[in-house]
């Protein structure tokens, strides 16, 4: 079963029991990603630090 991104709930490539550290576009104490949200997040920097 795949991770859903937790801004947009779109369907990530992920599996849910694939470890953290193994996981592309993780944000530690927010969760798995998109690509596409990930991307909107790194851009602002700001936010990836309220993250």
């Known amino acids: 079963m795949r991770e859903p991104c937790v801004l947009c709930q779109q ?6 029991d694939t470890p953290s550290y193994m996981r592309e576009h993780f944000i530690d104490g927010a969760g798995q990603l998109c690509e596409h949200c990930y991307e909107e997040i790194a851009q602002n920097k700001e936010w990836h630090n309220l993250l």
């Open 11 to 16: 369907l990530t490539e992920i599996e849910k």
